[in-house]
């Protein structure tokens, strides 16, 4: 995979992490520490379910049948669409931050990483390569999330932003997938 469509992917998955932690950023009560919490959480997450994703989808693929660009595609877009329909439904207060809430609040942003993993990471078959582009994702998020905790004191309306992180993650994957499939 190119470094381009890459970046694009890392991009649309940490964007929920992004709308979350602006909205973590903005509650007063949040010290730096689980600033550092919350970010550290998203892009490990973002990379542990990438990695397992590419290696389900290469043992698929190897042993089970391989997913044509098609299939692949079209469930990239499917994912993008489900991020859409969140954007619309999404009309929850900020989580409150009690013990626990960064493992998952992590894993609620990245659950849509494997599904990526599984469908387009697997074609690599290189393991190096797998591992460079799934730490890429984390890495990514990581900093996302970092730069959404250092925009969070100037940004008053978080809902707005939060909303729109859904919009532009769901149509980036969506135009991803169609691209897959057609092109």
């Known amino acids: 995979m190119d470094f381009y469509s890459l970046f694009l992917i890392a991009i649309a998955l940490s964007l929920d992490a992004f709308g979350v932690a602006l909205c973590i950023g903005l509650n007063n009560s949040v010290k730096i520490n689980d600033k550092v919490l919350f970010a550290s959480s998203f892009g490990f997450f973002q990379f542990l379910f990438s990695i397992i994703g590419a290696?389900?989808?290469?043992?698929?693929?190897?042993?089970v049948a391989s997913v044509p660009n098609i299939i692949g595609g079209a469930l990239i877009a499917i994912v993008g669409v489900m991020m859409l329909k969140e954007g619309f439904q999404s009309e929850e207060e900020c989580p409150l931050i009690k013990p626990g809430m960064s493992i998952i609040l992590g894993i609620s942003v990245?659950?849509?990483?494997?599904?990526?993993?599984?469908?387009?990471?697997?074609?690599?078959?290189?393991?190096?390569?797998?591992?460079q582009d799934t730490i890429f994702i984390g890495v990514v998020t990581?900093?996302?999330?970092?730069?959404?905790?250092?925009?969070?004191?100037?940004?008053?309306?978080?809902?707005?932003?939060s909303k729109y992180a859904d919009y532009i993650g769901g149509i980036i994957l969506v135009i991803f997938g169609v691209k897959m499939m057609f092109f």
Not at 110 to 130: H, P, Q, Y
Not at 142 to 161: C, D, G, N, P, Q
């Open 110 to 131: 990245s659950i849509d990483a494997m599904v990526i993993g599984f469908t387009i990471l697997n074609k690599v078959g290189d393991n190096f390569a797998i591992l």
């Open 55 to 63: 290696y389900a989808g290469f043992l698929f693929n190897r042993y």
């Open 142 to 161: 990581l900093i996302i999330s970092s730069m959404a905790f250092l925009l969070a004191k100037y940004l008053k309306r978080i809902e707005i932003v």
